[in-house]
């Protein structure tokens, strides 16, 4: 790592000498004593936070001032005490300094590797497109933007194209039409234009290539559900460490879903969630208190278990795990194989980025017929012609089978069909029609309690099995259903605690109604994905599924990332890794929930 050689004396804006150093990945710069007492420290500041270093040529130095010195312009993120964690206080910092004759051919080596240390792997100065919703959240994403956003790109010489949206669905009709020059697509918002963003790229004819261009949220919404899972719950509204996300964030692959609506065979794409019931009524329904921001969620969940309104729907699901324990260790022994590839500095092993772009649920299920494999090469920035290879299904025969047609890398996204269930689907009616009676089981019931036998004659016949604790059993009532592609849908609320990004699997809740005062309780520790063991939150991962509506008239809407569709039945089939956000580390943030070690897993 950095060593002596990458000190460099300079003079400082006080005329005092002083020394710049880089060392573990770390920039101080020290303001040296004449009399041996030790150097103060004026600056210091991890590497992942250094912008830009730029060393005047002699002959644009002013004379009369510098003489024949050479000024230093020094842009970095700082923060209280330069701690590599400490986020909080994170504010942009201008120095400048001196560099005299004698020391600047060393100046030059040191700004080189001062910018190739903290831009390891990652761009220089990359070409922005920054989408800005006046309107978004508490309204005030423009004057954030221009006080805090800009300046920071700015100094780290980003090239910006400012367009604010002018009306819903703009920042879709950009993103459509846009020539596709940018390194990132960044968005002062919340969820909503990322949805928008997302779907205007992958409507395009061109939309494999579009998808490579990788978003960057800014949160100036009222949830930014994408903001918590890439900075933290404490981060989500860190508008410096958004705005150091475009600037040096790695390309983080993730899932987009098709959904299908019939009868219309309109299709919409969804990153985040679709919903149902409660969770609709607490997003649309609290959309006049807006000024609340995310509290408006929580105001409406109370709202909605006060309520208790169920849902009816028939819920067809591919399901590929079902066993919570399982899908626990599962997730978290991702993260440990993430941590035990993290390099020291500002980037991470290209293995692991290599790594990151295999290994999508390619483990087996015990007796599951359907294991989503595929291989997609991982994109970097700068390299957005990567071929992408088009994902597979292997059969429970170990044939191997294209998943979607191929499509070339710059081709669009295939067309959605209406999907056709096998008799190895899962499907729960939550019309409750048997309330009242005696619950029955499940109509095919989970992957290891209901397989279907091939008899002797020919015929086939369902092996009926008792539900296991924690399983759907037809005739209980829902107060949601809940799909979705990262862990937490907003800060107070870890819903898919063990998602996996980019593993070509949707997670999928469904909530059973129980008594008011134990979703009560459930709010407490929802943060931290608590409510998971809850044996009345049925949990799958699914490879794709079908809803149908059974009550039009009491339940007409439905949300895809948030946005209200009237709806009679939707199908969802997962696009593994086709787009990309940026993050700091190259993942999601790690939560609590996946650090333990508790004695379930
Ligand atoms: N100038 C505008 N006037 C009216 N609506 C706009 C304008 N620009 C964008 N919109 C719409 O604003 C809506 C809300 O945006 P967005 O979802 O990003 O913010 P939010 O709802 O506050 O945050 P979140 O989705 O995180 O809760 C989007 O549907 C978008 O199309």
Redesign the pocket.
Known sequence: MASRHQDLPVILHNDKRGLLTVEDDKLDVLQLSKDGRPPKRLLSCPLRNFLFAKLAASSTSSPDKLGDNRRLDLHSLGGSGGLKNDTSSLKLVKLHVLVEPVNAPEAEEWVETIMSSSYRGIKRSKRVLLLV?????KGKAKSIVHDTVLPILQSAGCQVDLRE???????EEIAASVELKYDVIATA?????VY?VLNGLASRPDARKALKIPIAPIPT?????VCTNLFGVKDTFNIPLATLNIIKGQILPIDLCSVLLLPSLTRRFCFLSTALGLMVDLDIGTENL?WMGDTRFMYGFIKGIATMKTCKAKIQLNVVEDDKVSMARKARDKVRERKGSKILGAGINPLVNKMNGINIAEESVEGNNSVVITDHETTSVGSQDGEQQPSKVTNGNGTTTRKDDYVPDHGPIPESKPLQPDPNWVTLDTSGASSGSAPKRSSVGSLRSNRTMTLENGHSSEIQQVPKSGQWVDGEGMLYFYAGMMPWVARDLMQWPVSISGDGLIDVVVQSVVPRMMMANAITGAEKGEAYWMDCQHYYKVSEFIVQNLDKAGQPIFTID??SFQWDEFHVQVHPRIANLQSLNGGFYVSDFLQKHDDKV
């Open positions: 919703n006046p309107v978004g959240g949206t002018t009306h819903r669905l703009h920042a918002s919340g969820d909503g234009l928008e919404g009222s949830a930014n559900a807006r948030g946005e």
